[in-house]
């Protein structure tokens, strides 16, 4: 049994892989990332200390919700490869009991990778950006992180979903879409699909009551419509599988 920090649980999760999802937002994460919308997640030492089987007890409450949609649960954060234990240690209860899992992460832990990666039924790849300048703009720390955990990926090839929140003025242009197509197939080709996000500022109030001022300041929400579009036009025909889940 392990002990864990986690900022949320979500029971009714519908974007976050296939079907209904209890989703564990685990707390701490060492990226700051422009387009954050969770700050609260960020400090490694907030959160709700749980142990593992007080959580598997509470996700197992929640089965009869998402087992009859082929849901499952998804690992989320913050950012779940910072508490490799924990996280370990619940993959192998989820798979114990036959619950279908799902990794959503950046990419940016403290190894383990080749532990972690074998028991995950899906991974939600959050690419921030395609370059190293691009990523240490972005996230503020360098790309060498992610680096890491693509090579583990390329090495496993686990059923691999890449998403990419599209922002205004930096990641929504013609330019930038080709490069992350590019990215995608030189390093993830085996990737099951690609989701863009549309970049939204339904977190500015967490922001507020950090005292913090939100990264991007006044660049307004993504267009939806325009998300779609380009979803269309640069990975519709690159999808092995059903495209957006």
Known sequence: MTKGRILSIESMGLVDGPGIRTVIFFQGCALRCLFC?????????SGKIVTSNEL???ILRFRPYFERSGGGVTFSGGEPLLQPDFLIDMLRQCKQNNIHTCLDTAGVGVGRYDEILPL???VLYDVKATDEE??????????GK????????????????????????????????TKLKTYIEKNLPFAEGV????????????????GIKPPLGDIEAMNKEKTDELWRRFFKDFTKGEGRI
């Open 37 to 45: 919308h969770n700050p609260d997640s960020w400090d490694m030492q």
């Open 195 to 210: 989701e863009l996000l549309p970049y939204h500022r339904l977190g500015e109030h967490k922001y507020a009551k950090l």
């Open 134 to 143: 691009a990523y240490k703009k972005m996230c503020s720390i360098d790309f």
């Open 120 to 122: 995950c039924d899906l």
């Open 146 to 177: 992610t680096s890491e955990f693509v090579k583990a990926l390329q090495t496993h090839k686990p059923a691999t979903i890449i998403r990419q929140v599209v922002v205004p003025g930096i990641s929504d242009s013609d330019e930038y879409m």
């Open 56 to 58: 598997i007890q509470k």
